[in-house]
């Protein structure tokens, strides 16, 4: 396969996973929203989010323009957002145009039929608040659906993994900056922590992440930070945890690199080997130990250098001279 073609696809299956994302922490933060009445766990929940997306800083700058810009039209459409859920669609699209030879009809289809769909939007969610949870939810299912299709009516060969390589790297990501920004931007005094503020805003951080209900089937008792933060970094059964996503990438990355000259592939494996090898041995006391912050801040940083290690040697590498 080319590498501009592999390259495309691990993109592809990034800004998928990507655009879900934010579908999904939007409508958690709409939820949070209608039930703190306006208050200012209404304005803590869109910080957390913007924060997670990295649009905090463009959100307040772009606020100084437009005071009555909104957290939720900033995030979902704004064009002047390079981090929005259309933008991120515009570009998927764009590179499913691409790949049209390498997906089926079916994924084409869906990811066209969501692109339209947000495309027709209105663009102004000032007055949007009645729809906002059937607008996040469309998403979702769509984006579920095309990876569902994916693995049903795709040749199951290294496109398909490279693509899964793009999904798993990217949800790691995101469920790293999720838990992080709790301790970043929601966390309490030292007297909140394990009250009821306390205890809500990592009831949301569960629920960005999809994990609620599997925290739930999987511990009894009461709901902590360290036990939230432990569960989504060490769980081998939570499809979003890291070490699941780690495991999940080294896997289709071995996959997909089966050809590639073992020179090549070294830096990619040593790095995701050592990784797996970490994230296997935290628990909560070494997490409580070492800081959630601290943890989650030199994940995100070993991330991209994984990233910059698949760009370097397996999509850009230049062809040796004889």
């Known amino acids: 396969m080319l590498s501009r073609v592999a390259e495309n696809l691990y993109w592809l299956g990034r800004d998928l996973e990507r655009v879900e994302n934010i579908a999904r922490m939007a409508e958690v933060s709409h939820t949070v929203s209608v039930e703190s009445g306006g208050t200012d766990g209404d304005q803590h929940a869109w910080d957390a989010v913007l924060a997670a997306t990295g649009s905090l800083e463009l959100y307040s700058k772009a606020q100084q323009d437009d005071p009555l810009l909104t957290p939720a039209e900033f995030l979902l459409l704004s064009s002047a957002n390079p981090n929005s859920l259309r933008r991120t669609l515009v570009v998927a699209r764009a590179l499913a145009r691409e790949l049209r030879e ?7 289809e869906e990811i066209n039929r969501i692109y339209l769909d947000v495309h027709a939007t209105r663009t102004d969610f000032r007055d949007f608040r009645d729809g906002m949870h059937a607008f996040c939810d469309q998403v979702r299912s769509g984006v579920a659906s095309i990876l569902g299709l994916f693995d049903n009516t795709v040749l199951m060969d290294e496109g398909r993994d490279w693509f899964r390589c793009g999904v798993y790297l990217e949800r790691a990501d995101m469920t790293s900056r999720i838990v992080d920004t709790k301790y970043f931007v929601l966390l309490p005094t030292a007297q909140d922590i394990g009250g009821a503020l306390d205890r809500s805003q990592w009831v949301a951080v569960l629920r960005s992440a999809s994990a609620w209900q599997a925290f739930r089937m999987t511990h009894r008792g009461a709901i902590t930070g360290p036990r939230v ?16 996503c780690v495991r999940a990438f080294r896997r289709h ?70």
Not at 102 to 108: A, D, H, I, Y
Not at 263 to 277: I, K
Not at 288 to 304: A, W
């Open 102 to 108: 390498q997906l089926s009809r079916e994924v084409w």
């Open 229 to 244: 933060a432990t569960m989504l970094v060490r769980s081998e059964q939570f499809p979003r945890s890291l070490y699941f």
């Open 253 to 322: 990355f071995e996959a997909a690199s089966d050809r590639t000259p073992a020179g090549q592939t070294v830096h990619v494996a040593r790095e995701l080997a050592l990784l797996d090898l970490d994230l296997a041995s935290v628990d909560e006391a070494a997490l409580v130990q070492q800081g959630v912050h601290e943890f989650m801040d030199g994940f995100q940083g070993r991330l991209i250098e994984v990233d910059r290690l698949v760009h370097e040697h397996i999509f850009h590498v230049l062809p040796s001279v004889a």
